[in-house]
């Protein structure tokens, strides 16, 4: 066993956040979001991260290191032990690499980890059920077909560059132009569609003014908005909006012909909601 289980939290809401040991000490967290049909586990791929989001509690940790193909399938075969465990009928989970770290930037190892997950002699997942989010690591992107088909999630949070320099330093690295001309290389399945991760950040991100952006940007290609609000830390420099103004940005959206899904907030009482996951304990 390369991981042991140190702590388990469970929200009311019964979202589950692992707290695993690697045999270096190193700590990770791997979280598990119910849902009716399906459970999905969110997992991690590096021990910190170095992109540095200002909105991320994880990028406060830097990067510690990548982790192996091997860490990788053992948290999802201990997540999803623990769930068959608790009712045999359940389906095993769904995937989301949205932990700890940054996937692409760990691109050998997740490809590893990915082609033992969907193989009929490993964890027999079909890449439908798998989803890789990124901030924009294009010469991930560049590859992200060797992936198979799985699901591609960007982490996008503004449709303007200077904006989106200020909360992901990636960008000024590798832009929105050079991120989309690299999405535009990647083959889609006829019912696949992009998936854009949007954290609302009050007072930041949610004007009319993003709106058109936005749907500039993404233009004719198929594709889903996926509406986060944002989700406090200790010391975080952003505020979650408050319904109203979430609700009225969703409109603004869907009057730009977008499609949008809202997404619930789950487990944010455990520090386990998106954004939220940090291991190094002195910062929680
Ligand atoms: S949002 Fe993702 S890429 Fe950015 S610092 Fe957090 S874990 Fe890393």
């Given at each position: 066993?390369?991981?042991?289980?140190?702590?388990?939290s469970?929200?009311h809401?019964?979202?589950?956040?692992?707290?695993?040991?690697?045999?270096?000490?190193?700590?990770i967290?791997?979280v598990?979001?119910?849902?009716?049909?399906?459970d999905?586990?969110?997992?991690?791929?590096?021990?910190?991260?170095?992109?540095?989001?200002?909105?991320?509690?994880?990028?406060k940790?830097?990067?510690?290191?990548?982790?192996?193909s091997?860490?990788?399938?053992?948290?999802?075969?201990?997540?999803?032990?623990?769930?068959?465990?608790k009712?045999?009928?359940?389906?095993?989970?769904?995937?989301v690499f949205m932990?700890?770290?940054?996937?692409?930037?760990?691109?050998?190892?997740?490809?590893?980890?990915?082609?033992?997950?969907?193989?009929?002699?490993?964890?027999?997942?079909?890449?439908r059920?798998?989803?890789?989010?990124?901030?924009?690591?294009?010469p991930?992107?560049?590859?992200?077909?060797?992936?198979?088909?799985?699901?591609?999630a960007l982490?996008?949070h503004?449709?303007?560059?200077a904006?989106?320099?200020?909360?992901?330093?990636l960008?000024r690295?590798?832009p929105?132009?050079?991120i989309?001309?690299?999405?535009?290389?990647?083959?889609?399945?006829?019912?696949?569609?992009?998936?854009?991760?949007?954290?609302m950040?009050k007072?930041?991100?949610m004007?009319?003014?993003?709106?058109?952006?936005?749907?500039?940007?993404i233009?004719?290609?198929?594709?889903?908005?996926?509406?986060?609000?944002?989700?406090p830390?200790?010391?975080?420099p952003?505020?979650?909006?408050?319904?109203?103004?979430?609700?009225?940005?969703?409109?603004?959206?869907?009057?730009?012909?977008?499609?949008?899904?809202?997404?619930?907030?789950?487990?944010?009482?455990?520090?386990a909601?998106?954004?939220?996951?940090?291991?190094?304990?002195?910062l929680?």
């Amino acid at each position: 066993m390369l991981l042991t289980l140190d702590k388990l939290s469970l929200s009311h809401d019964e979202t589950a956040k692992f707290l695993f040991t690697l045999k270096d000490n190193a700590a990770i967290e791997s979280v598990l979001v119910p849902f009716k049909s399906r459970d999905a586990v969110c997992l991690s791929t590096q021990v910190g991260c170095a992109m540095g989001c200002t909105f991320c509690f994880t990028s406060k940790m830097g990067l510690k290191r990548h982790l192996s193909s091997d860490e990788i399938i053992e948290q999802y075969l201990a997540v999803k032990k623990w769930v068959l465990e608790k009712n045999q009928q359940r389906l095993p989970p769904n995937i989301v690499f949205m932990g700890q770290g940054e996937p692409l930037h760990n691109f050998d190892e997740l490809k590893k980890a990915i082609e033992w997950l969907t193989s009929p002699r490993g964890g027999k997942l079909g890449p439908r059920q798998i989803t890789v989010s990124t901030v924009g690591f294009v010469p991930g992107l560049e590859r992200f077909s060797e992936l198979g088909g799985v699901n591609l999630a960007l982490s996008l949070h503004t449709p303007f560059e200077a904006q989106r320099s200020e909360i992901i330093p990636l960008n000024r690295r590798w832009p929105l132009k050079d991120i989309f001309e690299a999405l535009d290389q990647i083959p889609l399945r006829s019912q696949q569609f992009i998936n854009f991760e949007y954290l609302m950040m009050k007072d930041f991100n949610m004007t009319p003014t993003h709106a058109e952006a936005l749907a500039q940007l993404i233009g004719p290609r198929k594709a889903i908005m996926n509406l986060i609000p944002f989700n406090p830390y200790p010391g975080a420099p952003w505020q979650r909006p408050t319904s109203l103004e979430i609700e009225e940005f969703k409109k603004l959206l869907v009057a730009q012909r977008l499609r949008v899904f809202l997404r619930t907030t789950k487990g944010d009482e455990i520090m386990a909601a998106c954004g939220q996951l940090n291991t190094q304990k002195e910062l929680q």
